[in-house]
């Protein structure tokens, strides 16, 4: 193909368009590099942090004991140490703790979470479900150190319950009923209406269309939000601070009674005045984070199932 | 699942369940019916007989009402936030608008298959097939899911494409697949009437021939309406044709109504001579 002749005017136009785009292209890298450097330091932040407390963590679990690197099994067979201990005790206390107070209040929590979600999605119109879904995230938004002072005046100033367990499970309870509402709402949200039309057009009564058809399709985001609750509420500390009065020493599995925590405990360990104890904490912050990340991993395998697309 | 003793067939000696009879349609007959959304008239005082085993079509330009009134066919248009409708839709006899008549029970007689196949995404073809039956409670002894399954899906023209993967996920058809196996979850519940909201519009035309045919054996145990925007599909399939427009107020009227054969030849009204020569819509 022949070439069309270029003007002497349309060539300076065109270097001036090549000036241009090598600019163009400087710029591009320029932005790039920023917005890298920024992700950088987001990243790292979290990596630092992860770093940290596994290292320190790690030298608790496996101690180098006269030159040689063994397993502290007690770490987690034990319950705590009291200031000055000559053993500084493990985590099993806490693991209990934390892992009983967290089934009581997703076991309160979870239905009303999910009741809440299905009748926001699929009932509430206008004027109430608004009202309905800022209270909600009102909810979600709290300081956790309220919902730590609301159960104690509420349960403990007045003597219904004591410090225990069962105060702390429910300043858990306050905690995740509203994750679970709101993403699990965004959730059934995600379902088209033409699903449960074709539930209705063939005769089936409301509810068993939400049950039956609505909520089996999203199951695996359903699953993901109570299990994102669950992880977010197995990190508190402030409802349980003012509730449990758990100790270091024992390990209690009534609920009735005070109870510690993986958090209570870090915090104690933390800001002991013994270096040993002070060790103890980052035991415990790693066996912490670990459990979060199960629940991570679990909300992975989850989604990653059972994903509905359309 | 016929729901009302009066109008049971008697059952023909040899024939073992209710799925094999050959039943006639009913007549759906619908007087003074007014469709709002919140305040406003979506459709304004139709009057209508539809007749029993014959395909009528309802035709008209985009947002003339067809949709919204054949949803108010099986009370579907009141699931609509805000939406109702007024007036007189009788089945057989009974009004479904009666103040005690129960939305569930019609939808069961009247069923209804949408414009977009809806297959339920996480149940096999089998179970999308017997959702109807299997998902309303109640007894569910005297069923033969597997008989079930075959005739709706034989009766819908699929069997014979799924019979090896009745397993598989409904999702896994392709679409005029998915909408036969619609119409097959929609008479599995035995219903008389079979509403369509523009059944082929998200087809290929080979699968809205297969659509079509398939219409023509359904009519012999079905009353079907059906809306479609297409005038070739209303006049290849449907025995009536309505045709409905929107006034200025945007409130759909029904304009006219007769034969297909009628209303394509020699239609009465000028509107409906505009619309079907071309001139608008």
């Known amino acids: 193909m022949a070439q069309p002749t270029i003007s002497l005017d349309h060539r300076t ?16 890298s320029i932005v790039r590099i920023i917005l890298l450097i920024l992700t950088a330091i987001a990243v790292l932040t979290l990596l630092v942090i992860v770093g940290y407390v596994v ?7 496996f101690p180098v004991v006269d030159g040689h690197l063994t397993f502290n099994v007690g770490f987690f067979t034990k ?38 979600a299905i009748y926001l999605s699929e009932y509430a119109v206008g004027r109430l479900g608004r009202i309905v879904r800022f209270i909600i995230d009102l909810l979600a938004g709290l300081p956790s150190v309220l ?29 995740i009923i509203p994750i679970v509402a709101s993403s699990v709402e965004a959730i059934l949200r995600l379902v088209p209406d033409s699903l449960r039309e074709a539930g209705l057009a063939l005769g089936l009564a409301k509810w068993r269309v939400i049950l039956r058809i609505v909520l089996p399709t999203v199951s695996g985001g359903v699953a993901t939000g109570i299990l994102l609750s669950l992880a977010r509420a197995a990190g508190e500390t402030a409802p349980l601070l003012l509730t449990t009065a758990g100790s270091t020493l024992f390990t209690n599995t009534d609920p009735l ?28 912050a790693l066996v912490l984070i670990s459990v979060i990340a199960m629940f991570s991993a679990a909300v992975r395998y989850v989604t990653g199932r059972n994903r509905y697309d359309q | 699942m016929t729901n009302s003793p009066m109008i049971a067939p008697p059952v023909p000696a040899g024939v073992s369940t209710k799925h094999n009879i050959t039943r006639k349609g009913i007549a759906l007959t619908v007087r003074n019916l007014n469709a709002y959304y919140g305040t406003s008239l979506a459709v304004g005082d139709v009057t209508l007989d539809f007749s029993p085993n014959t395909i009528t079509a309802l035709i008209g330009p985009s947002g003339c009402g067809k949709s919204t009134l054949i949803r108010c066919f099986n009370r579907m248009h009141e699931v609509l936030r805000g939406a109702h409708a007024e007036g007189e839709v009788i089945l057989d006899g009974d009004n479904i608008y009666a103040p005690d008549a129960d939305p569930v029970r019609i939808r069961r007689r009247i069923g209804m298959v949408f414009q977009k196949p809806n297959p339920f995404p996480t149940m096999s073809i089998y179970n999308n097939v017997i959702a109807g039956l299997k998902l309303n409670g109640g007894s ?14 034989r009766q819908a023209a699929l ?19 998915q909408q036969r196996l619609c119409i097959a979850r929609a008479i599995a519940v035995d219903p008389e009437v079979l509403l369509l909201d523009e059944p082929c519009s998200a087809l290929d035309p080979i699968a809205t021939l297969k659509i079509e045919e398939l219409l023509q054996q359904l009519v012999e145990k079905y009353t079907i309406i059906m809306v479609t925007h297409n005038m070739q599909q209303a006049a290849r399939c449907s025995e009536k044709t309505a045709f409905m427009l929107a006034d200025d107020k945007r409130v759909g009227h029904l304009v006219e109504y007769t034969a297909t054969s009628e209303i394509f030849t020699r239609p009465k009204d000028k509107r409906t001579e505009d619309y079907i020569s071309g001139r608008f819509g």
């Open chain 1, 13 to 28: 136009l065109l270097s001036a368009e090549l000036a241009r785009y090598a600019t163009r292209r400087v710029t591009n």
């Open chain 1, 55 to 61: 290292l320190n963590g790690l030298s608790t679990l």
């Open chain 1, 79 to 116: 319950p705590g140490s009291a200031p000055g201990d000559e053993d500084p005790g493990g985590v099993f206390n806490g693991i209990v703790g934390t892992l009983e107070m967290l089934a009581i209040g997703a076991f309160i929590a979870v239905p009303i979470g999910l009741g809440t």
């Open chain 1, 147 to 175: 919902v730590g002072l609301f159960i104690w005046m509420v349960f403990i100033h007045t003597r219904i319950l004591d410090f225990s367990g069962l105060a702390g499970a429910l300043g858990l309870m306050i905690i």
């Open chain 1, 257 to 284: 009674k005070p109870m510690t925590s993986l958090t209570l405990q870090i915090y104690n360990y933390a800001t002991s005045a013994y270096p040993a104890q002070n060790q103890q904490a980052w035991g415990n």
């Open chain 2, 140 to 153: 569910h002894s005297g069923i033969n899911y597997d008989e079930v399954v075959e005739n709706s899906l």
């Open chain 2, 159 to 177: 069997w014979d494409e799924v019979k090896n993967k009745l397993k598989d996920s409904g999702a896994s058809l392709s679409g005029g697949q």
